[in-house]
């Protein structure tokens, strides 16, 4: 019997964000955000869902906490709705908003629970997005006021910060795509969004330093592994350009402090401009303190001359298992990618702020049995054991997710969580299979085969 033992002071903890499980999408003042409106329009999210009620945390905080404290979660990782906060997004402090985030920061911090707060994933203030939102540069400077606001408010009990929530989705998936909220579809719309994002970043850092004493800061990227369909010449240059544009991209403006050139030179060819002025690669490539990373899955891909970027994705690969997301499991990737995450850019710090796996999950009576999302899991605490041994410098990992939520525009069809919720018999909170063996793991900081 082989045992993986983690280092002491190793944190283990589950990840949420504000839209998919808070709700009360209306209440104490809190402004409509661009999923409110995008997931209010007819037909943009799976059985017309919305994030109206999600898991009612905004009420049930108390309830999830005490679930967090049964689990032994050493931290949680949640977001903070900036509409809730700041309604407009730029003018008056919305107290009762803030109020609830530091009752939320008390019942942590009283359950010996550290918490990692992400200022913002995805919830824009809709009133943003309607004088420009991430593709106007003045959305920077209202990011930082929000980070300021916030911070001001928590830092004196909240130590570890992050400023946004996976870039490249909210650019790809919100204004390329057009499947996330806001819906555009304008490729150099996602660029200009991309730069905007991270030079926000750049410009909140020195303000959570400053209130935050002490404050560890970083951002938080989905990042993924990318193989060719084939050992092909085309292909594998394929591979090399969908890594620029999915990873490099961001990792090194963040550590380096400026773009890849061969994916400059593709937005060159196909006419797309990066709005970059004097002085933003040095803002957005300012030290930070740790990386968050978020791993689901590798990509492969296969050469397409005629598409927009020069690779798409295959069909399914045979012999693979998947999720209901439609994701390869592959355990192995997210050892890859720590490792050359850690070769390339020697970030202080790293955590794996996102993991996790979809799975049509039903409840017995008072049990969900999930034991394929415990054998996800138990491969992938393998996987970063074995990337800690050779080095890597991994200082925890927080599970996605904590509950079943709002997986957005998918709706509730989808469930990540290791804790059921019974959106139709009063929000019943249920944990799965999975939750119990979390447990046993942050309780033994390790497994046995």
Same mark, same amino acid.
Not at 23 to 36: F, N, Q, V
């Given at each position: 019997?082989?045992?993986?033992?983690?280092?002491?002071?190793?944190?283990?903890?589950?990840?949420?964000?504000?839209?998919?499980?808070?709700?009360?999408?209306?209440?104490?003042?809190? @402004?409509?955000?661009?999923?409110?409106?995008?997931?209010?329009?007819?037909?943009?999210?799976?059985?017309?869902?919305?994030?109206?009620?999600?898991?009612?945390?905004?009420?049930?905080?108390?309830?999830?906490?005490?679930?967090?404290?049964?689990?032994?979660?050493?931290?949680?990782?949640?977001?903070?709705?900036?509409?809730?906060?700041?309604?407009?997004?730029?003018?008056?402090?919305?107290?009762?908003?803030?109020?609830?985030?530091?009752?939320?920061? %008390?019942?942590?911090?009283? $359950? @010996?629970?550290?918490?990692?707060?992400?200022?913002?994933?995805?919830?824009? *203030?809709?009133?943003? /997005?309607?004088?420009?939102?991430?593709?106007?540069?003045?959305? +920077?400077?209202?990011?930082?006021?929000?980070?300021?606001?916030?911070?001001?408010?928590?830092?004196?009990?909240?130590?570890?910060?992050?400023?946004?929530?996976? *870039?490249?989705? +909210?650019?790809?998936?919100?204004?390329?795509?057009?499947?996330?909220?806001?819906?555009?579809?304008?490729?150099?719309?996602?660029? /200009?969004?991309?730069?905007?994002?991270?030079?926000?970043?750049? !410009?909140?850092?020195?303000?959570?330093? $400053?209130? $935050?004493? @002490?404050?560890?800061?970083?951002?938080?990227?989905?990042?993924?592994?990318?193989? *060719?369909?084939?050992?092909?010449?085309?292909?594998?240059?394929?591979?090399?350009?969908?890594?620029?544009?999915?990873?490099?991209?961001?990792? %090194?403006?963040?550590? #380096?402090?400026?773009?890849?050139?061969?994916?400059?030179?593709?937005?060159? !060819?196909?006419?797309?401009?990066?709005?970059?002025?004097?002085?933003?690669?040095?803002?957005?490539? $300012? *030290?930070?303190?740790?990386?968050?990373?978020?791993?689901?899955?590798?990509?492969?891909?296969?050469?397409?001359?005629?598409?927009?970027?020069?690779?798409?994705?295959? @069909?399914?690969?045979?012999?693979?298992?998947?999720?209901?997301?439609?994701?390869? +499991?592959?355990?192995?990737?997210?050892?890859?990618?720590? #490792?050359?995450?850690? /070769?390339?850019?020697?970030?202080?710090?790293?955590?794996?702020?996102?993991?996790?796996?979809?799975?049509?999950?039903?409840?017995?009576?008072?049990?969900?049995?999930?034991?394929?999302?415990?054998?996800?899991?138990?491969?992938?605490? #393998?996987?970063?054991?074995?990337?800690?041994?050779?080095?890597?410098?991994?200082?925890?990992?927080?599970?996605?997710?904590?509950?079943?939520?709002?997986?957005?525009?998918?709706?509730?069809?989808?469930?990540?969580?290791?804790?059921?919720? %019974?959106?139709?018999?009063? /929000?019943?909170?249920?944990?799965?299979?999975?939750?119990?063996?979390?447990?046993?793991?942050?309780?033994?900081?390790?497994?046995?085969?």
């Amino acid at each position: 019997m082989t045992t993986h033992i983690f280092p002491d002071g190793f944190l283990w903890g589950a990840a949420t964000a504000s839209y998919q499980i808070e709700g009360a999408w209306e209440a104490d003042g809190k @402004g409509e955000s661009i999923w409110d409106r995008f997931s209010h329009t007819p037909g943009k999210v799976q059985d017309g869902d919305t994030g109206d009620v999600a898991c009612d945390h905004y009420h049930r905080y108390a309830e999830d906490v005490a679930l967090m404290r049964g689990l032994g979660l050493k931290a949680y990782r949640f977001s903070i709705s900036w509409p809730r906060v700041i309604p407009d997004g730029k003018g008056a402090v919305n107290e009762a908003g803030l109020d609830f985030y530091d009752r939320l920061v %008390d019942a942590l911090v009283e $359950a @010996g629970i550290t918490p990692y707060v992400t200022l913002y994933h995805w919830d824009l *203030p809709q009133a943003l /997005q309607d004088a420009g939102g991430w593709c106007s540069r003045e959305v +920077v400077g209202h990011f930082a006021r929000y980070a300021d606001v916030v911070s001001k408010r928590l830092g004196d009990r909240v130590k570890f910060w992050a400023t946004h929530n996976e *870039p490249w989705v +909210v650019a790809k998936l919100g204004h390329y795509i057009g499947v996330h909220a806001p819906g555009i579809t304008d490729l150099s719309a996602c660029y /200009q969004v991309a730069h905007h994002v991270l030079l926000s970043h750049g !410009e909140a850092v020195p303000v959570l330093r $400053a209130n $935050a004493g @002490g404050a560890q800061v970083g951002i938080v990227l989905n990042l993924s592994p990318v193989d *060719p369909a084939s050992a092909s010449p085309a292909n594998q240059t394929a591979a090399r350009r969908h890594d620029g544009y999915l990873n490099r991209w961001y990792l %090194d403006a963040l550590f #380096k402090g400026t773009y890849p050139d061969d994916m400059s030179a593709i937005l060159d !060819e196909i006419g797309v401009a990066v709005p970059v002025q004097a002085g933003d690669m040095a803002k957005i490539s $300012a *030290p930070i303190d740790f990386l968050g990373v978020n791993y689901y899955t590798r990509d492969v891909v296969c050469d397409d001359p005629d598409g927009a970027f020069p690779f798409t994705s295959p @069909g399914p690969r045979e012999n693979a298992e998947f999720t209901e997301m439609g994701w390869e +499991v592959y355990p192995e990737g997210l050892y890859r990618l720590l #490792k050359c995450v850690h /070769q390339d850019y020697s970030p202080a710090a790293l955590y794996v702020t996102e993991n996790g796996a979809a799975i049509a999950d039903a409840p017995t009576g008072d049990a969900v049995h999930d034991p394929r999302r415990i054998a996800y899991l138990r491969a992938h605490f #393998k996987a970063i054991h074995r990337a800690i041994g050779e080095g890597v410098p991994l200082k925890g990992y927080f599970v996605w997710s904590l509950l079943d939520n709002f997986e957005w525009a998918f709706g509730y069809s989808k469930r990540f969580g290791i804790v059921y919720v %019974d959106y139709e018999d009063g /929000q019943r909170r249920i944990p799965k299979d999975s939750a119990h063996f979390y447990r046993e793991v942050i309780a033994d900081n390790g497994l046995s085969d």
